[in-house]
């Protein structure tokens, strides 16, 4: 038996070494934090984004799939066919 056995009170005591380090390194290092990216850019770009993806699944879905023409998407006469169609009047 050359291992080295720990009491219960030396393992308790460890853990307690440990706990009063790490927090003690937390508080002594207060971490401020720097975005390279500001959140209110960030859901600028989400935005657009989201609106780019909207335009290009539209574009594919009526001129690609739905045998179309690309550009016919952006007119106004198209989508007020698309409404009219799904008002059914």
């Not at 859901?43 to 657009?48: G, K, Q, R, S």
Request: charged share 30%.
């Amino acid at each position: 038996m050359s291992e080295q056995v720990k009491t219960r009170e030396e393992i308790k005591k460890g853990k307690e070494d440990s706990q009063k380090k790490a927090e003690e390194a937390r508080l002594g290092a207060k971490r401020v934090r720097v975005r390279l990216i500001p959140i209110w850019l960030r859901l600028i770009l989400m935005v657009i984004s989201i609106l780019i993806c909207a335009m290009a699944g539209a574009a594919v879905g009526y001129g690609m799939l739905g045998g179309g023409n690309v550009t016919d998407i952006f007119k106004e006469s198209t989508w007020t066919h698309i409404i009219d169609l799904v008002d059914k009047k």
